[in-house]
T-cell receptor
Framework: GAVVSQHPSRVICKSGTSVKIECRSL??????MFWYRQFPKKSLMLMAT?????????EQGVEKDKFLINHASLTLSTLTVTSAHPEDSSFYIC????????????FGPGTRLTVL | GNSVTQMEGPVTLSEEAFLTINCTYT??????LFWYVQYPGEGLQLLLK?????DKGSNKGFEATYRKETTSFHLEKGSVQVSDSAVYFC???????????FGQGTELSVKP
């Protein structure tokens, strides 16, 4: 199947700083990318959907000014957690979907964010 | 609203045991249903899917049948292996190209 990578795999930062997470589709063009958040023992919660070259669409309750998403190319999307706080500590997972596979998303391995 | 409920984990089985992980959903109409698997340290992978009632998805010895009458999509495997140890997620998609709605995941541990 198609491969999606995320970088970094884990990051620790101080409260008040910003953290950028990269999501790359390595062998396909991801016209749409999704960002999820996963709490321990909990399901994946969709945060936002982004189409290449367009502004992201955020789910209800997700602060767009706090979680900045950029999808400037067909192989790269970034999630920036601005002014991070301990409650933002979580596992962030991205996925990509190409135009021809409307039902299938390919997931990255996730990024563990810890805010001290 | 649309939702997915899975049985609580962790589930611990001996090798070659029979596996069932229950999944029920709430949705109007006819969603597509999916099982994803997440091996340790890796991303979610699509395991199988079914797009209409009575369809059976199957892959790697796993099966699940789309039951509209019971709104269920239970995952089964006749004989599990240690390598099947992972977290399994049931999910639905309401419309083509729509967003995935996940259950909470069920951790499976298979002992030799």
């Amino acid at each position: 199947g198609a491969v999606v990578s995320q970088h970094p795999s884990r990051v620790i930062c101080k409260s008040g700083t910003s953290v950028k997470i990269e999501c790359r589709s390595l062998d396909f063009q991801a016209t749409t990318m999704f960002w999820y958040r996963q709490f321990p023992k909990k399901s994946l919660m969709l945060m936002a959907t982004s189409n290449e070259g367009s502004k992201a669409t955020y789910e209800q309750g997700v602060e767009k000014d706090k979680f900045l998403i950029n999808h400037a190319s067909l192989t790269l999307s970034t999630l920036t957690v601005t002014s991070a706080h301990p409650e933002d500590s979580s596992f962030y997972i991205c996925s990509g979907r190409e135009l021809s596979s409307y039902n299938e998303q390919f997931f990255g391995p996730g990024t563990r964010l810890t805010v001290l | 609203g649309n939702s997915v409920t899975q049985m609580e984990g962790p589930v611990t089985l001996s090798e070659e045991a029979f596996l069932t992980i229950n999944c029920t959903y709430t949705a109007t109409g006819y969603p597509s249903l999916f099982w994803y698997v997440q091996y340790p340290g890796e991303g979610l992978q699509l395991l199988l899917k079914a797009t209409k009632a009575d369809d059976k998805g199957s892959n790697k010895g796993f099966e699940a049948t789309y039951r509209k009458e019971t709104t269920s999509f239970h995952l089964e495997k006749g004989s599990v292996q240690v390598s099947d140890s992972a977290v399994y997620f049931c999910a639905l998609m309401k419309n083509q190209g729509g967003k995935l709605i996940f259950g909470q995941g069920t951790e499976l541990s298979v002992k030799p």
